[in-house]
């Protein structure tokens, strides 16, 4: 499940030096990386180092890394090359430390990965709402695809999209996790419940996870600009990134990008309609009004 700390003040030149060490693990992600060596680079304090990097980055140090080999992986999955020879590039020091993690990280193995989710087992259910039909597709590990839409077949076609070829079967019997799920974003829809925590297995870049994470801390019924968020993750410039990371989410609600408008207040854009994103934030704003009074 995706969570997020946010706090610590940090300097321009720290952050800066962050950001630094951050394209270093990029351009390094082959090579061991221990907290001392990058904190090294930082020329800060082990302790330092790792609470200044969570602020600006919004992962750990250990996070950041995993994530960015995960990135060559995938990248080197994706190309066709030999599996065996993609993993020791990316930098994990054996196949059986991949195949162990691939669960949690990659939500498949990386055979399975590149070939679009082959072996890989996603059930799915639709649920009606007051925002319209709700597609929930998970795994044994979690929900991978959570998402609005008007027509039953329109769902589908977007699940089937994100996982070409993974065995998609619809939920035949009820299951108590579905139900429970469901049950919550409902309650959540009606302003009951105004936290939705839901166990997640969804894919995501470095950039993408520091950006959903951040999304999961803007308290319930507050709002922040795209520029707001690239400069809390500690990249300023990075606004229209922060929009196209907005746009790739696969987990409505649970990662809150409906919560993101433009610097002028515009409601900017919401790929699940713009009129969803209206209700969602006059809905969390009501219910915090009320909660006020």
């Known amino acids: 499940m995706l969570k997020v700390s946010v706090g610590l003040r940090t300097s321009n030149a720290a952050a800066q030096r962050i950001r630094d ?55 080197a999955l994706k190309s066709s090359r030999r599996i065996d020879s993609a993993i020791y590039d990316a930098g994990y020091s054996s196949q059986s430390r991949v195949y162990e993690q691939s669960a949690r990280r990659l939500g498949m193995t990386p055979g399975q990965y590149r070939r679009g989710g082959t072996g890989v087992a996603i059930s799915y259910a639709v649920a009606d709402t007051v925002l319209g039909r709700l597609m929930i597709g998970a795994t044994d590990s979690g929900i991978c695809f959570l998402q609005f839409g008007d027509l039953r077949e329109g769902l589908l076609d ?92 696969v987990a409505a609600l649970a990662i809150p990008c409906h919560r993101v408008v433009r610097s002028d207040g515009n409601l900017g854009g919401y790929r699940w309609g713009l009129h969803r994103k209206r209700v969602l934030l006059d809905m969390e704003r009501a219910r915090r009004r009320d909660s006020a009074s």
């Not at 990058?38 to 995993?66: H, N």
């Open 21 to 75: 060490v951050c394209r270093y693990i990029g351009q390094h992600s082959d090579e061991p990386l221990t907290i001392e060596r990058l904190a090294s680079l930082a020329s800060m304090s082990r302790f330092y180092f790792a609470r200044t990097f969570r602020a600006v980055t919004g992962v750990t140090p250990k996070e950041y890394v995993a994530s960015s080999r995960l990135r060559a992986l995938k990248t």
């Open 158 to 249: 977007e699940l089937r999209k994100e996982y070409p070829n993974a065995r998609i079967d619809s939920m035949l019997e009820p299951h108590p996790a579905f139900d429970a799920w469901v049950a919550a974003i409902n309650q959540y829809l009606a302003g009951v419940q105004p936290s939705l925590e839901l166990p997640l297995d969804i894919r995501a870049t470095a950039f993408q996870l520091r950006v959903w994470k951040y999304l999961q801390s803007i308290p319930y019924g507050d709002v922040r600009s795209y520029a707001e968020v690239a400069s809390a993750i500690g990249s300023p410039t990075a606004a229209r990134a922060v929009a196209r990371a907005c746009a790739s989410n």
